[in-house]
T-cell receptor, first 113, second 113 residues
Framework: NAGVTQTPKFQVLKTGQSMTLQCAQDMNHNSMYWYRQDPGMGLRLIYYSASEGTTDKGEVPNGYNVSRLNKREFSLRLESAAPSQTSVYFC????????????FGPGTRLTVT | KQEVTQIPAALSVPEGENLVLNCSFTDSAIYNLQWFRQDPGKGLTSLLLIQSSQREQTSGRLNASLDKSSGRSTLYIAASQPGDSATYLCAVSSPGGYSTLTFGKGTMLLVSP
């Protein structure tokens, strides 16, 4: 039982390049989330998917797109990376949105030069 | 908009001390409050989840309390050990908005042998 997994663990991009961060959970959870963590800012919600087939913007969605590929997988895409997107990205999941405990993946450290 | 504050930002104690970490939130209409631990360069590990109808939760040497009406939670760590050194994050899940977690910026704890 792996919980929430994320790939890659580390990535360095040049400004303007694109990439997709992958996330998968094996807990049969309906809701999935993407957060970014920056020094002094705490964790902020980028996008979430309340259930398979739905996605919604969070607090800081600009520059990102997401895909809920199926119930297990939720990917985050940077179409044209900018230095401001240098951050640590965490994927999380929960049984449902709101009242249920969230479980987090190990994170992806992204540097954009 | 829900805001979460954690005090102190950093804490250094000798091994064996009992300690209290504080968390406050501005909107008392919450689903639950979750305490996490984050080791340097790692993901978030859920420690305790307190539902809005509960007053406290305990796990081993950890005890978390919730006073929803005053917008406060405390995490009590008994008989601290060097292995407790980490950043502790408090997060609340609230209705409205994104119905997901709003995080504090954390308390960095160092327990010295």
């Amino acid at each position: 039982n792996a919980g929430v997994t994320q790939t890659p663990k580390f990535q360095v991009l040049k400004t303007g390049q694109s990439m997709t961060l992958q996330c998968a959970q094996d807990m049969n959870h309906n809701s999935m989330y993407w957060y970014r963590q920056d020094p002094g800012m705490g964790l902020r919600l980028i996008y979430y998917s309340a259930s398979e087939g739905t996605t919604d913007k969070g607090e800081v969605p600009n520059g990102y797109n997401v895909s809920r590929l199926n119930k297990r997988e939720f990917s985050l895409r940077l179409e044209s990376a900018a230095p401001s997107q240098t951050s640590v990205y965490f994927c999380a999941s929960s049984r449902e949105r709101g009242t249920y405990e969230q479980y987090f993946g190990p994170g992806t450290r992204l540097t954009v030069t | 908009k829900q805001e979460v504050t954690q005090i102190p930002a950093a804490l250094s104690v000798p091994e064996g001390e009992n300690l209290v970490l504080n968390c406050s939130f501005t909107d008392s209409a919450i689903y639950n409050l979750q305490w996490f631990r984050q080791d340097p360069g790692k993901g978030l590990t859920s420690l305790l989840l307190i539902q809005s109808s509960q007053r406290e939760q305990t796990s081993g040497r950890l005890n978390a309390s919730l006073d929803k009406s005053s917008g406060r939670s405390t995490l009590y760590i008994a008989a601290s050990q060097p292995g407790d050194s980490a950043t502790y994050l408090c997060a609340v899940s609230s209705p409205g908005g994104y119905s997901t977690l709003t995080f504090g910026k954390g308390t960095m704890l160092l327990v010295s042998p």
